[in-house]
């Protein structure tokens, strides 16, 4: 019984470590993004930010690719063939002198790392199923939702004592030690006799199967709005907090603090989800991300920055409201298509991605001198994402 118990707890913090390189490497370098800049030609803050943006743009395009590719060759070569790339794009990154060679490394380590992702959860699919699996993932989600708060301190704490590029040796580093943990210690889940042929009839079908679901494609269209608000705030924040309010030091631990309330409402919404259903709390959270954000607006319109303290609690009513809309949008846009899961969550991943990057781009250009334009692109992004559900979804009753 003890060793059961041993091995499923190394399962989840192997799962929670293959999803946290993710964060690992969009969050460790943001205390390093001038440094960066320095290095390769002084680009404005606004190209600063394409270095946060662009990678989510490979982790849209990667799981596309590897989530279908998983299904037929079997999940730990896909794992195998992802961090590879990832490694390889990190040596890039490490070795660019200009902006354009930083970013095609970026975006390369964005599909290397969609695989470990992706996979993760389907390797938890493969073990796991109905409410054991959803007790499994609130378990990986605990462990993963620390990494952004931590990741960057480390960050910094590598600045001070080594360079930026420091940073993306420790993300390959961090890479290569769950690699080594994954290989030794994982087996393979998908069994020989469970695997799909891949050809283009299965894609083809896959996909026609996922347009036919008004809701998936609603939900899908939403949760690229809101990882475009998501996206904008880590890409910008190294000029709201740096530049605008000075705070050259203790920038990541303000990141930090924030990010905390996104992890507290994931915790919370996993037991408030059985009582209150889905779409009743999600709702929820979309009015009250869109009042904070009008309220802000109308207070500060015109107006210098608010004190640290005041925009610090702007800033984390917003987060706690993206932790109850994230699971629960994304858990409403695969549930007509638990048929079609593989290729329906690789689309959706794909197509949210494609909505969110240009969303954050446009944002983060008007990000110069007060973090005012972000409030407002929150505030637009939320009110078009309560009238879309508004016009374009079913019916609300009540969950039994």
Same mark, same amino acid.
């Given at each position: 019984?003890?060793?059961?118990?041993?091995?499923?707890?190394?399962?989840?913090?192997?799962?929670?470590?293959?999803?946290?390189?993710?964060?690992?490497?969009?969050?460790?370098?943001?205390?390093?993004?001038?440094?960066?800049?320095?290095?390769?030609?002084?680009?404005?803050?606004?190209?600063?930010?394409?270095?946060?943006?662009?990678?989510?743009?490979?982790?849209?395009?990667?799981?596309?690719?590897?989530?279908?590719?998983?299904?037929?060759?079997?999940?730990?070569?896909?794992?195998?063939?992802?961090?590879?790339?990832?490694?390889?794009?990190?040596?890039?990154?490490?070795?660019?002198?200009?902006?354009?060679?930083?970013?095609?490394?970026?975006?390369?380590?964005?599909?290397?790392?969609?695989?470990?992702?992706?996979?993760?959860?389907?390797?938890?699919?493969?073990?796991?199923?109905?409410?054991?699996?959803?007790?499994?993932?609130?378990?990986?989600?605990?462990?993963?939702?620390?990494?952004?708060?931590?990741?960057?301190?480390?960050?910094?704490?590598?600045?001070?004592?080594?360079?930026?590029?420091?940073?993306?040796?420790?993300?390959?580093?961090?890479?290569?030690?769950?690699?080594?943990?994954?290989?030794?210690?994982?087996?393979?889940?998908?069994?020989?006799?469970?695997?799909?042929?891949?050809?283009?009839?299965?894609?083809?079908?896959?996909?026609?199967?996922?347009?036919?679901?008004? /809701?998936?494609? #609603?939900?899908? $269209?939403?949760?690229? %709005?809101?990882?475009?608000? &998501?996206? @904008? =705030?880590?890409?910008? !924040?190294?000029?709201?907090?740096?530049?605008?309010?000075?705070?050259?030091?203790?920038?990541?631990?303000?990141?930090?603090?924030?990010?905390?309330?996104?992890?507290?409402?994931?915790?919370?919404?996993? /037991?408030?989800? #059985?009582?209150? $259903?889905?779409?009743? %709390?999600?709702?929820?959270? &979309?009015? @009250? =991300?869109?009042?904070? !954000?009008?309220?802000?607006?109308?207070?500060?319109?015109?107006?210098?920055?608010?004190?640290?303290?005041?925009?610090?609690?702007?800033?984390?009513?917003?987060?706690?409201?993206?932790?109850?809309?994230?699971?629960?949008?994304?858990?409403?846009?695969?549930?007509? %298509?638990?048929?079609?899961?593989?290729?329906?969550?690789?689309?959706?991943?794909?197509?949210?991605?494609?909505?969110?990057?240009?969303?954050?781009?446009?944002?983060?250009?008007?990000?110069?001198?007060?973090?005012?334009?972000?409030?407002?692109?929150?505030?637009?992004?939320?009110?078009?994402?309560?009238?879309?559900?508004?016009?374009?979804?079913?019916?609300?009753?009540?969950?039994?």
């Amino acid at each position: 019984m003890a060793s059961k118990k041993s091995s499923e707890l190394e399962f989840i913090a192997l799962m929670a470590l293959l999803m946290a390189n993710v964060a690992m490497s969009i969050d460790s370098i943001l205390p390093g993004l001038s440094q960066i800049g320095n290095s390769i030609g002084n680009p404005s803050n606004t190209d600063l930010q394409l270095l946060i943006t662009m990678i989510f743009l490979g982790l849209g395009i990667g799981q596309l690719i590897f989530g279908t590719l998983s299904d037929s060759l079997g999940r730990k070569p896909i794992v195998y063939y992802g961090f590879t790339l990832f490694i390889i794009a990190s040596f890039i990154c490490l070795f660019a002198q200009d902006l354009s060679t930083i970013l095609i490394g970026r975006i390369l380590q964005g599909i290397g790392l969609s695989a470990p992702r992706t996979i993760s959860v389907s390797i938890i699919r493969d073990k796991y199923s109905g409410n054991y699996m959803a007790r499994i993932m609130s378990f990986v989600t605990v462990i993963f939702i620390l990494i952004p708060m931590v990741a960057p301190i480390i960050g910094q704490q590598i600045l001070i004592y080594f360079n930026w590029q420091s940073i993306f040796y420790f993300q390959i580093l961090f890479a290569l030690i769950v690699l080594l943990w994954f290989g030794f210690r994982q087996e393979e889940t998908l069994i020989k006799s469970n695997r799909l042929k891949l050809t283009k009839e299965l894609f083809i079908n896959g996909s026609k199967e996922f347009f036919k679901f008004r /809701t998936t494609l #609603l939900y899908t $269209g939403i949760t690229g %709005i809101i990882t475009g608000c &998501f996206m @904008v =705030f880590l890409s910008a !924040s190294k000029q709201i907090f740096q530049d605008q309010y000075g705070y050259q030091n203790a920038y990541v631990y303000i990141i930090a603090a924030i990010s905390f309330f996104l992890g507290l409402a994931t915790l919370f919404n996993g /037991t408030m989800v #059985l009582k209150y $259903g889905m779409k009743r %709390i999600s709702n929820v959270a &979309f009015y @009250v =991300f869109s009042i904070i !954000s009008l309220l802000y607006i109308g207070l500060f319109f015109n107006q210098p920055n608010p004190n640290i303290l005041t925009i610090y609690i702007y800033m984390a009513i917003q987060f706690l409201c993206l932790g109850f809309i994230f699971g629960n949008i994304r858990a409403l846009t695969m549930e007509p %298509i638990g048929h079609v899961a593989g290729i329906g969550a690789a689309l959706s991943g794909f197509l949210s991605t494609l909505i969110a990057v240009p969303i954050a781009m446009i944002i983060g250009k008007f990000i110069n001198t007060t973090a005012l334009p972000i409030f407002v692109g929150f505030f637009i992004c939320g009110l078009v994402s309560l009238l879309a559900i508004r016009l374009f979804s079913r019916p609300f009753h009540k969950q039994q």
